[in-house]
């Protein structure tokens, strides 16, 4: 099976070494002080790779002056930008850069038709995980340029700007870190949840599995997210023939038919 290449976002400069001689591979780094959501990120001296890097902090308008000069600054091997704001999309369009622009709107791009229409300003798109298999296949066959499908990681469920977990230790006199798994009271339901000083992301607690769709056609990139790996899991993901569906079920959805029963409540 020939592979398409892979967008693998990092937290672990160690896993990069190990991997930067694969040509297949292409580093994708959370920036310091401009992305929420990983325990770690990475200012741009640490970056030595040939590198994508991804930006998903909202900004204000101080933030954005520093990210247009951030922007001005970049070294020549930093040679695409990964982000989730069309503010930033402004930003790059009104300060040319010579960048692969890719827009990743999280849970929003799940049609070809929204999807070719952010494609006359980036150069790619990632594919929302919340679809089947059969409307991946569509969106691939429909799209006017090749696009980045999320294959394998935890999924960003939601972003706030606030501090939720210091919000809620302050509430109720806790100590929760800033890195936790919670569980919701009513479902049980886990949750897992990170904290910085710019906000919030609270992610699915199992790793969404999407390996069969590596030798699809159309495709820029495969992007794997490492948060919460660890890099032997990492390098098994990277090297397995097989889709290790056993090991991590949660994947996109089918088309099967289902039937949901309403129990009418007792007078």
Do not use: W
């Amino acid at each position: 099976m020939t592979k398409n290449n892979i967008l693998l976002l990092v937290q672990d400069l160690n896993l990069v070494s190990s991997l930067k001689k694969e040509n297949a591979i292409t580093f994708l780094f959370p920036i310091k002080d401009y992305a929420i959501g990983f325990p770690k990120t990475f200012s741009i001296d640490e970056i030595k790779e040939e590198a994508f890097i991804f930006v998903n902090r909202i900004m204000d308008n101080e933030t954005i002056a520093s990210f247009k000069s951030f922007l001005n600054e970049l070294p020549p091997h930093i040679k695409g930008i990964v982000f989730d704001d069309l503010g930033v999309l402004n930003i790059l369009i009104e300060h040319p850069h010579n960048l692969t622009k890719i827009l990743f709107l999280n849970h929003l791009n799940c049609n070809y038709e929204s999807i070719n229409a952010y494609l006359e300003y980036v150069d790619s798109v990632v594919v929302s995980p919340d679809l089947t298999f059969t409307e991946i296949d569509e969106i691939l066959l429909k799209s006017h340029k090749p696009l980045v499908l999320y294959t394998f990681g935890h999924v960003n469920i939601m972003y706030s700007r606030r501090t939720l977990l210091t919000n809620y230790n302050a509430h109720f006199n806790l100590k929760v870190p800033n890195q936790a798994t919670l569980e919701e009271e009513i479902t049980k339901q886990k949750l897992k949840i990170i904290e910085n000083p710019y906000g919030t992301v609270i992610y699915t607690a199992r790793p969404f599995n999407a390996l069969s769709l590596r030798a699809k056609p159309n495709v820029l990139y495969n992007l794997i997210n490492t948060v919460f790996l660890t890099n032997e899991e990492v390098k098994e993901i990277l090297t397995s023939e097989d889709n290790l569906e056993t090991k991590y079920p949660y994947k996109y959805l089918s088309m099967k038919n289902t039937i949901v029963k309403i129990k009418e409540e007792e007078k």
